[in-house]
Structure formats: C-alpha cells, structure tokens
C-alpha cells in the first residue's frame, strides 16, 4: 500500500510517500508491516527529526465500551499517567467550537455538528482535525497561533514535577481507563500488548527496534482505545531505522499471560484460528 501523504504547514515535509508492506500467515493471527518513507527532515518540538514517522492503531468500540483495558510491556511497564497535552488542545477546541455560529463557514459548522459540542465524546483524530492545514477548518495563520499557545503551556504541564514514572511488575501491566485521563505514556520497549480482562484476547505488538513514544489511550467516554507512538508532546517515536522504515509484528489473538516472563499463547476466538 502506497500513498501520498498529504502536504501540511512544513514545506519540507511535503511532497512525501509511505508504503506500507503486509505479510500475513495463513492459518494465524500472525502479522507484519513494513514501512517504507520518503526522506524525512525537520524539527518537532525542538527535536530533529530525520527519517521518522508516528505509526499507530486504533479501536473503536462505541461509548461506555472498550475493546481493551489494560496496557503492558515486556518484563515491566514504566510508564506515566495523564495527557496534559489532550487537556491543553481539548480547551481550545471547546473555545473554538463555542464560536461557531449558523452564519460560521460550512466546514466550521460540519466539525461542531460531528462532535456534536463533546470533544471528550470523540476519538483523538477529532482533536487534531480541527488544526489540520489539509481540512482546512481554519486559515493557516490561526493554525499556528493557536498550536503555539498550545505547545507553549503543554510542554510545561507535560514535565510538571508533580509527573512521576511508575514501573509495575504485574503481567496484565496497567489499568489505563483508570489512569488520569484513561491516558499513560509508556518507556522505551519493543513488545507490548493491549489486553481485554474480560474476554481474555489481545493485541501484540513486536517493533524492530524499541520506541520510547508510546501513547496509550483507553477511554470509555469515546470507546476508543489507541496504541501510537506520537509521545506525550507529539514528538515521532520510531527510531530512525533508514528508509526502510521500522517494522512491526502483531497478532490479534491472544490471550493474558499467567505470569510475568511467559509469553501469551493464542487461543480459538472471533476472527481467529489458532
């Protein structure tokens, strides 16, 4: 799969192609992707960023409900919790849309219908749309004013001294829809996985090399659960791995591990075979 990402507030980022390469297993829930990037250089958050891209999966299940609820890693999970960021952004979508009036351009008009005035309700894509160059809600001089006040104080709140890391043992890892703001963002790992108490199933992943940027979001006022590597401040979590792109492996089907240092063993369930 090859396309054509779309071309933003950065000139040198646009232009640029990812391909996306799947492998599947017949028989299995076993997977991989490969991705492939165009050359990549620019500065997020003061950062440098060359050859590099956030990759993420997302699940819906509808509101009040999650497809999971709780997040680990391999061995032991580090982690934080609490997304200042979304907080930050979040107020200045709700200052925006209560601007919005019936005489507001149509485009205007469409998001505030879609989020119908709750952005909590809404998935994090919602967020960000807003502040899209490609959606073109807003002119692209107001974008950047308002990303600039956002970064300004969510860079601050984000490295809060009151922000502590934790590290739990405990092999279903963290309770995440319990966690400030159903968010933690996760240290550096290449194995992880998204659980389901309930039913017992999971989704695995295994990167080629480890990110330090996972974001993790299982929030039941959206039913939206979120594996990404866009880090607490948006910086691009992938190591640099040339442009052959880093590479991830899943498995859609497993089930929690009876203790810490054995790995998880697929099990029969929807959409499965084991």
Aim: with cysteine; proline share 6%.
């Amino acid at each position: 799969m090859t396309v054509r990402i779309p071309d933003g507030l950065l000139p040198e980022l646009h232009g640029k192609w990812i391909t996306i390469d799947w492998t599947f297993t017949l028989g299995t829930p076993w997977f991989e992707r490969h991705y492939r990037l165009s050359e990549v250089a620019t500065e997020v958050d003061g950062r440098s960023v060359v050859d590099k891209l956030t990759v993420g999966d997302e699940f819906e299940a509808g509101v009040g409900a999650l497809v999971f609820d709780r997040f680990a890693t391999w061995g032991a999970t580090t982690f934080r919790e609490g997304a200042p960021y979304s907080a930050i952004l979040a107020r200045s979508v709700r200052r925006i849309v209560a601007q919005i009036s019936d005489d507001s351009p149509a485009e205007l008009r469409a998001y505030r219908d879609a989020i119908a005035g709750d952005i909590t309700a809404a998935n994090w894509d919602w967020y960000w749309r807003l502040f899209s160059a490609w959606e073109d809600f807003l002119p692209h001089d107001r974008i950047r004013s308002e990303l600039a006040a956002v970064r300004a104080e969510a860079h601050r709140a984000s490295d809060a001294a009151d922000r502590f890391w934790k590290v739990t043992v405990d092999p279903l890892g963290v309770d995440v829809p319990a966690a400030v703001q159903s968010t933690i963002f996760v240290g550096p790992a290449d194995r992880s996985a998204a659980l389901n108490t309930k039913t017992g199933y999971g989704m695995v992943w295994w990167t080629s090399k480890p990110s330090g940027g996972f974001g993790i979001q299982q929030r039941r006022e959206s039913g939206w659960s979120n594996w990404g590597t866009n880090s607490e401040k948006e910086d691009r979590g992938p190591p640099s791995a040339g442009r052959r792109g880093p590479r991830r492996r899943g498995s859609g089907c497993t089930r929690r591990c009876p203790v810490g240092d054995r790995p998880c063993q697929p099990v029969r369930g929807p959409g499965c075979r084991s």
